[in-house]
């Protein structure tokens, strides 16, 4: 690629008269290089290795000194920026089928698809910064559609985008055994005993029918969202279903907001609190008690009767831990 048509795409600036006119690929990381590469650095203790490696040239954006002036030096204004117009520039040459989807349906569609499908390719908001995203699309020859999580992130690597949860399904004969398990059906399909909650079944139907019916719905015992953590009256986990104490919880506010409502909706005779770590920000008519620690949590539930917890702001994993290391007295 020649050297003069990054600059365009990245908006930078060539500080020097290199004596290279173009590069093989460009590379984020100093491991990957090979002699000929173009590498973007996040800082300048990289830049040294890169040069060793055969980098043919750097692209930055912080104040450095031109060591080899045999080689390409480009600086941009925004190092994020000029990936975000790099990966635009590379997507512009595929033709591609571009998505935006809400929480549950990425979680649904991460079950399904594997991370070396060389067909689709998903975009999660788990990517920190473009530097990462970049490396997501390192091969992309094969790829026919990405999925992203975040609207305004793929506005700006491929604007011809389109919105994933546009179809609202006929479900029929819906039967729910418990909070967590479903039967129904749809269209020609029946779907008997699903791990599934009936909240999440039309984000299970877009998937279903985007994957042309093919995937193994076992699977969906996996998900996570508004998957309970069973406990027994010592506050220990137990067997799936072998307890009428259980807990959910949820980082994300609005989604937290959507599966109080429906444990609220469905689950009217049985006692439910609702907890929230205090810097969250969310309405407190869906809170009990605001919190600081799993520990002031539990030493309430050793005073109370209840059915149902809902905890916001503590990952599973944190719960998990801590109802492991810490179950001691019996609940009432």
């Not at 173009?38 to 060591?67: H, K, M, P, W």
């Not at 520039?89 to 935006?100: G, I, Q, T």
């Not at 702001?313 to 290391?325: D, L, P």
């Amino acid at each position: 690629m020649q050297i003069s048509s990054i600059i365009d795409i990245v908006e930078g600036e060539l500080l020097n008269s290199p004596s290279i006119s173009f590069i093989y690929n460009i590379k984020t990381q100093i491991n990957k290089i090979h002699e000929g590469d173009l590498f973007i650095a996040s800082n300048e203790y990289e830049i040294q290795n890169a040069l060793s490696r055969g980098a043919f040239g750097i692209l930055y954006d912080f104040d450095t000194n031109i060591v080899d002036n045999e080689i390409a030096w480009i600086k941009v204004k925004s190092i994020n920026y000029a990936i975000s117009k790099l990966i635009r520039y590379k997507l512009s040459n595929l033709d591609l089928e571009a998505f935006y989807c809400n929480k549950i349906t990425y979680e649904i569609l991460s079950l399904f698809i594997r991370q070396n499908d060389e067909n689709i390719r998903l975009i999660s908001n788990d990517f920190t910064n473009e530097i990462d995203l970049f490396d997501n699309f390192e091969n992309i020859d094969n790829v026919k559609t990405i999925i992203c999580q975040n609207k305004e992130k793929l506005d700006g690597i491929y604007p011809n985008n389109s919105n994933f949860n546009h179809t609202q399904y006929a479900v029929k004969n819906l039967l729910e055994h418990s909070l967590f398990e479903t039967t129904f059906s749809c269209g020609k399909s029946y779907f008997p005993r699903l791990k599934l909650p009936s909240l999440y079944i039309n984000n299970f139907l877009e998937v279903y029918s985007f994957l042309n019916n093919d995937l193994d719905v076992n699977r969906l015992k996996k998900i996570d969202s508004f998957r309970p953590l069973f406990i027994d009256k010592y506050f220990k986990l137990i067997e799936y279903g072998s307890s009428d104490k259980f807990i959910l919880s949820h980082t994300d506010v609005s989604q937290a907001t959507i599966e109080i409502k429906h444990l609220k909706d469905k689950y009217t005779y049985a006692k439910t609190f609702i907890f929230a770590k205090g810097i969250v920000n969310m309405d407190n008519e869906y809170i009990d008690h605001r919190v600081s620690n799993l520990v002031e949590i539990k030493d309430f539930l050793h005073t109370k009767k209840f059915n149902a917890v809902y905890i916001i702001g503590f990952t599973k994993e944190e719960i998990t831990n801590f109802i492991t290391k810490n179950s001691t007295l019996p609940l009432l």
